[in-house]
């Protein structure tokens, strides 16, 4: 309440401010010329605050935590996404405790200074659990100001710079032909660009593929295993010898002009993802994603040193500042970062910027484990900057249309929004009630002698 009251009384002090610096002259004949009728009427919208925050989370085949922000003005609210998988309720709690007592009060229009407010303002800053609460927040004021401004997010971002956002799906199988069919199914869709996984023969269970289930990617596969954590086996000797035959395949089979993509998924120590990049080369992928941890910036050096594979980094990313070194050492070429993690589309609009300096495009995280507004912010981004590359994106189940409609919409290969003002996504919360949350983990990783190994 404090701070709202402040940012009001800050308005009117520059005002007067203003008045008070026109010469006595000038305000003179201003005043005799003055009178009731011409008194200022106010300009622009009313101001707003914030009412109330809800927090909802709901299991539509996958965990989503969602943030709903409610305003002053009737029926003006806004839709936030902040699912963390695997961590949902720290997530809800951090926003329900911690962070919605803070908003109500607030002026729901100053999004860069709630941003700096939740960021900077509780001493302990970045992490995870509080950057996807920010995140939620965030995309949550943007669809109120596109809302109050009859706007779709991307006019507020300065508008169209393309006619739709190039989207990559996902392909995966037990074999190569399975790989290969699921490709083409993908191609058939429109799809002109596929990201390929292979099952590695011998190890059991391997990040992006279908197991022994079935070979169709769908956005709530993983929450199916609820309760604890499965275990894959990872061994990079089997890994690295497999994958550049899969893709010496998909060439030969596909031919040269589908894009194709792979997702190492931090699994590689920097020499061996060098030797991958390296021997990709001959099949000209768009880019290998996420070869290596998050914590190893330099290790993208020796990639660089030797290969010229187009890198990609950044779903685990949880800072602006883990984008920095990658980014202005050209160490990347497209940065990735997830919008729900990174902290909205207000963090993403800086590092997008900072990319363009570097001629780094970006390809934001778009997978089932984000709701439907984080893909409609990666969208609203992709289409109104100028160095977009590519968008990572998932068909949602019914069960998650019925609870989170509207958002992105897929043609030919690409993706978009339409003019709704906001991000374009709703929250139905009477259904998000029946679908209640489930207990749910990623997968984890071991060797073959038991050690511990990155997803
Ligand atoms: O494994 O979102 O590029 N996409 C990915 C995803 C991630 C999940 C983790 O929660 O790597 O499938
Ligand atoms: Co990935």
Known sequence: MLNTSFASSRRWFFKLAGAAALAPSFRQSALTRTDAAEEPKPRGLPPLKIT????????PDRNYVLVKILTSEAGLYGVGDATLNGRELAVAEDLEKHIAPLLVGRDPEEIEDTWQYL???PYWRGGPIQMTALAGVDQALWDIKGKRAGMPVYQLLGGRTRQGALAYTHASGRDFAEVEDAARRALERGFKAVRAQVAIPGLEGTYGTPGRKSSEETAGRVAQQSGLPSTEIFEPAPYLRTVPKLFEHLRVKLGEEVELLH????????IEAARLARELEPYHLFFLEDPLRPEDKQGFRLIREHSTTPIAMGELFDSLWDCLPLISQQLIDFIRCDLDHIGGITAARKIAALAEFYQVKTAWHGPGDISPPTHAANVHVDISIPNFGIQEMVFFPDVAREVLPGGTTFKDGYMDVDRT??????LNEEAAKKYPYRRSYLPTARRKDGSMQDW
Request: net charge negative.
């Open 263 to 270: 997702d190492v998924h931090e699994r590689l120590a920097p």
């Open 421 to 426: 003002p906001g991000l374009g996504t709703d």
């Open 52 to 59: 109330e925050v809800r927090v909802i989370v709901t299991c």
């Open 119 to 121: 960021y900077r303002g």
